[in-house]
């Protein structure tokens, strides 16, 4: 399979495309570091000398960066069978001391880049087999679940990604793509440690890439337009 992963250059992202690339499938490993992503693509490689990881630098911010995308879609001969958007940004800030720019902050990396790298690979998504579109929430903005003060403006962005991805379901319910999203709990990685510091979470990143990879493989034959949670604890 050929499969984009956002927000590759450390925690999920990062194990998701070493699992990947351990098997036949190509991945296109997309971040804003170089550094890392050549770091990972040389992980890989050890891993599994037959690896086929495209590295992507880019901000999905940024003008003109879905040309890059493209460009890179186009070495897959254009045809895309899983994309998960994994690219997050965390604000955590008391609601009263939240600025425009946190706002846009949470909402430009977890929202809108994600709408944009959806809109970009639509057309090459695999019409021959049913395509997947994971996208990555959080537990924060699930409905009914426990919220924490100064995590305003990152939850209520996860929430609008869930949302979105049930809008994306049923208005593409008649083609052969499904939309599912995975709203996650607390995960060992550099995000988590931001926002509650000091915080033992129950689960690795590698052991949650290990449960999202299974899901992008194999849910879109059963399941589209979902929110599920994935937590063992909380936060």
């Not at 319910?173 to 939309?179: G, M």
């Not at 995975?182 to 000091?198: D, I, S």
């Not at 949670?229 to 909380?234: G, L």
Request: charge should be neutral; glycine fraction near 8%; aromatic fraction near 6%.
């Amino acid at each position: 399979m050929n499969i984009i992963v956002t927000g590759a250059s450390r925690g999920i992202g990062y194990e998701l495309v070493k699992l990947f690339s351990a098997g036949k499938h190509t991945v296109i490993a997309l971040a804003r570091n170089e550094q890392k992503l050549n770091q990972l693509q040389k992980e890989c490689l050890l891993n599994n000398s037959n690896a086929r990881v495209i590295t992507l630098v880019m901000d999905l911010q940024e003008e003109g960066s879905l040309d890059k995308l493209k460009g890179a879609i186009a070495q897959t001969e254009g045809s895309i069978d899983v994309l998960i958007n994994n690219a997050g940004a965390l604000v955590n800030k008391p609601f009263m001391e939240l600025t425009l720019s946190d706002f846009n902050k949470a909402y430009s990396v977890n929202v809108f880049s994600a709408a944009r790298i959806i809109q970009a690979v639509l057309p090459h998504l695999n019409n021959t087999v049913r395509a997947h579109v994971v996208n990555i929430s959080s537990i924060g903005g699930f409905q009914g679940s426990v919220k924490f003060g100064g995590l305003s403006a990152y939850s209520s962005s996860k929430a609008a990604i869930a949302c979105l991805t049930e809008c994306l379901a049923e208005e593409y319910k008649d083609s052969r793509i499904s939309f599912n999203c995975l709203a996650l709990g607390a995960v060992q990685t550099e995000m988590l440690e931001e926002a509650f510091p000091g915080y033992q979470a129950p689960v690795s990143a590698g052991q949650m890439a290990a449960y999202i990879a299974d899901f992008a493989l194999n849910a879109q034959h059963y399941l589209n337009g979902k929110i599920i949670p994935v937590s063992m604890s909380t936060p």
